[in-house]
Each structure stands twice: as C-alpha cells, then as structure tokens.
C-alpha cells in the first residue's frame, strides 16, 4: 500500500513546485519607488495639445487620488509632439513638480528630441528630473510585457 502512494506524493509535489514556478515568473512589475503599489498604469502622450496635456496629468493626480500614492505605480511616456509637456517652459510645471513629489515618473524620447534639434538646429531644454528613454515606443512595450496598463487618453 505505501508504493501506491508515492506516485500521489510525487504529483502532488510537482504541482506545488509548478505552482510556486508560475507565480514567482508571474510579470508583475516591481518598482523600487513604489514596493507596496497594486495597480502599474503607463500614459501615453504623443499630442502637444494642451487639452490633452491636462487630460494625462489630471488621471494621474486623480488616480493618485483615488488609490492614494504608495498603492499606485503611474509613468507618463511622452514622445513625439507629446515630448513638449517636459519643456522646463511648459505652463504646466507646478502641476508636473506635484506629480513627481508624489512618484510619478516622466519619460521622454530622446529619439523625438534629437530629431527636434537636427530639424530645428536646437536642442529643446527638457525637466531636469524627467527620465530619458532612447526610443518612447519602445518603452511603451517594455512596459506592456512587464505588466503595466497602457491608457491613451
């Protein structure tokens, strides 16, 4: 009788492990800043227009808001005509400053302002403590696959 149960013990061994494998391989992201966070959102903003700009930071502050800041992981992509939210002369500094006081990260495409400054023969000055990212897009996927929510307002 106790050979009979071995092959019970094994399987039901193996599905733990295979259990314990699937969660921990999970892609859940971990952000060193927000270690508690339960929600992962990443805005996109690809639009200079100015209602759009105040679209991306009004669901973040309400999001924070909401779940408060330590449960909520937001990044902010901006690429293309989005890239001018980061200007250090954008209207919408205050606003931006508040966010990141609360953990909000802002990534800009250095690809978008490179290509800014070989058409313009200027390099635009962007947010001292925005986070630069080689290709936006690229990130946007990064992102994705690690687990984050991906809203296009």
Known sequence: MGRNLLPKYLTLGLAIALLAVTTALRAEPVSENKPFAEKFLLLQLSDDEPAKQDKVLSIAAN???H???DLIDIEI??????VRLMYTDNSRVKRIHSLMAQGVR????MNTI????RNTGTRPAIHPESVPVDVGVANI??????GYVLVRP
């Open 114 to 117: 490179d290509t800014i400054e």
């Open 63 to 65: 999001l924070l808001e």
């Open 106 to 109: 802002f990534t800009v495409c």
């Open 77 to 82: 992509t901006t690429f293309g005509p989005g």
């Open 141 to 146: 996927l990064e992102k994705v696959e690690e």
């Open 67 to 69: 779940y408060g800041p």
